[in-house]
Nanobody, 124 residues
């Protein structure tokens, strides 16, 4: 079993920055892809970014490219999401997830473990 716990959410003004962290427990699927998704009120969950085990393979949603950076520390079993130049449209609950394989993917169906989420609110 894998458990995930997100932290670092809160309220920030537009143009500001925020860093989210996700701590995973459990030794299974250690080399699998990890990702961040988000869900705004009344909308479906959407992909934000994913990163492979080595940290050298990753992919981002077009809406966050150039503003968000995903990273992972395999020695500490954590994955982080650095968010810069935040916009009100970035508001939502952010979830981290562990993939079914080692390949990066933007599809939610490719992820099998999910955290409870952390709220990010960007005010205008």
């Amino acid at each position: 079993q894998v458990q995930l716990e997100e932290s670092g959410g809160g309220l920030v003004q537009a143009g500001g920055s925020m860093r989210l962290s996700c701590a995973r427990s459990g030794r299974t699927l250690e080399r699998n892809t990890m990702a961040w998704f988000r869900q705004a009120p009344g909308k479906e969950r959407e992909f934000v970014g994913s990163i492979g085990w080595s940290g050298t393979t990753y992919t981002y949603a077009e809406s966050v490219k150039g503003r968000f950076t995903i990273s992972r520390d395999n020695t500490r079993n954590t994955v982080a999401l650095q968010m810069n130049s935040l916009k009100p449209a970035d508001t939502g609950v952010y979830f981290c997830a562990v993939g079914r394989s080692m390949g990066v993917s933007s599809r939610a169906s490719e992820y099998m473990y999910w955290g409870q989420g952390t709220q990010v609110t960007v005010s205008s």
